[in-house]
C-alpha cells in the first residue's frame, strides 16, 4: 500500500538523518551549508523558523551560528528523531501551509531542502512572509543539476529502494522558477539574492554563480511593508 507522506515513516526518519552521517552525504552537506552561509553571513542573529525542518540537522547547525532556532515539521517521526538527537531545540509538529504564530514573529523564516515537498508552496512561502520580519531563506535542489540528473538517471538515491520514494515525489526548481513563483504568492516587495553549491564528492565547489549547480541557497529580503 502506498504511503501518502513517505515522511511518516520511521525507518525513512532513520535513513534521512544517516545520509548527513557519512560520505557522500555528509560532503555535499557540507557544500550546501557553505552557500547558505555565504547569504547568512550579513544577516544579524536572532529568531529563525526552519519550515520542514526533518530530524533537525540544518536546525542544529543554524543554533550553531547564532541564531534562536526553532524547526517545524508536519511528520512526527522526523520530529521524533528531531528531539532525541537536539534536546535543546524547539520542534513543533504543524503544517508550513498554516504557521501557528504572529505577523512578523521571526526574524527569518528558512527552508532547507523542504520547499520540493510541498504540495501548495505557494501558499507556505506566503505564510512565510507573513509570518518573517527580514527575510526567507531557501535552500533548494536545481532542476538544472547535471550531478542531480547523474544520480536520478542511476538512481543513485538514498531512497531508490524505498515502497515510496521521498524523492520520487519532490518537485526540483531553477533559479527562474523560484524568482517567479515568490513574484506570483508574496505579497511584500522583496530582493532576491542566489547562490549555487556544485555538489560532486570529488569536485564540489561553494559558493559559485553557476546556473546549474546542484543546490540552489536563495536569500529573499523582505520590506516592512506590504504591497498596496
Avoid at 552537506?29 to 519550515?51: D, I, M, W
Avoid at 520547499?115 to 527575510?135: D, M, N, Q, T
Wanted: charged share 20%.
Amino acid at each position: 500500500m502506498p504511503y501518502p507522506n513517505p515522511f511518516e515513516r520511521e525507518e525513512v526518519a532513520l535513513t534521512y538523518h544517516r545520509w548527513y552521517e557519512r560520505p557522500p552525504g555528509s560532503i555535499l552537506a557540507g557544500l550546501e551549508k557553505k552557500a547558505l552561509f555565504h547569504l547568512l553571513s550579513p544577516v544579524e542573529k536572532g529568531s529563525l523558523l526552519e519550515v520542514g525542518c526533518g530530524t533537525g540537522y540544518f536546525t542544529a547547525w543554524l543554533a550553531e551560528l547564532g541564531f534562536d532556532a526553532v524547526g517545524l515539521d508536519r511528520s512526527a517521526p522526523m520530529l521524533k528523531a528531531a528531539r532525541e538527537r537536539y534536546p535543546k531545540i524547539p520542534f513543533l509538529l504543524a503544517s508550513g501551509k498554516s504557521l501557528p504564530f504572529l505577523s512578523r514573529s521571526f526574524a527569518v523564516v528558512a527552508f532547507i531542502t523542504s520547499l520540493e515537498f510541498i504540495g501548495y508552496p505557494g501558499i507556505a512561502l506566503r505564510e512565510a512572509s507573513r509570518v518573517a520580519k527580514k527575510a526567507i531563506l531557501l535552500g533548494v535542489m536545481n532542476r538544472l543539476s547535471p550531478y542531480l540528473l547523474y544520480r536520478r538517471l542511476r538512481n543513485l538515491s538514498m531512497f531508490a529502494q524505498a515502497e515510496a520514494s521521498p524523492c520520487s515525489q519532490a518537485r526540483f526548481y531553477t533559479i527562474g522558477e523560484l524568482k517567479g513563483l515568490l513574484r506570483s504568492c508574496l505579497d511584500r516587495p522583496f530582493r532576491a539574492v542566489w547562490t549555487t553549491a556544485i555538489l560532486s564528492p570529488r569536485f564540489g565547489y561553494a559558493p559559485s554563480r553557476f546556473y546549474g549547480g546542484g543546490f540552489i541557497a536563495m536569500r529573499v529580503d523582505l520590506s516592512e511593508r506590504d504591497i498596496q
